[in-house]
């Protein structure tokens, strides 16, 4: 005697939402999304720094 065709179907879509639960999960890395862009200062130009011995600017 087989199972019901309800008790048939939730099992089947237990296992497919564990397996997409899976593939999801491992589909990254690090789980910090499809591309690592890097941290945004490599390609931000910097203000040059004031020479040796110049007054820091200070609020009067």
């Known amino acids: 005697m087989s ?3 309800t008790r ?3 099992r089947l879509l237990l296992a497919a939402t564990a397996a997409l639960a899976a593939l999801v ?3 990254c890395r690090n789980g910090e999304g499809l591309r690592d862009e890097g ?3 490599l390609n931000t ?3 040059p720094a004031a020479p040796a011995g110049a007054p820091s600017p200070q609020a009067p």
């Open 3 to 5: 199972a019901p065709p």
């Open 8 to 10: 048939t179907r939730a």
């Open 25 to 27: 999960l491992t589909a």
């Open 39 to 41: 941290p945004s200062s």
């Open 45 to 47: 130009p910097t203000a």
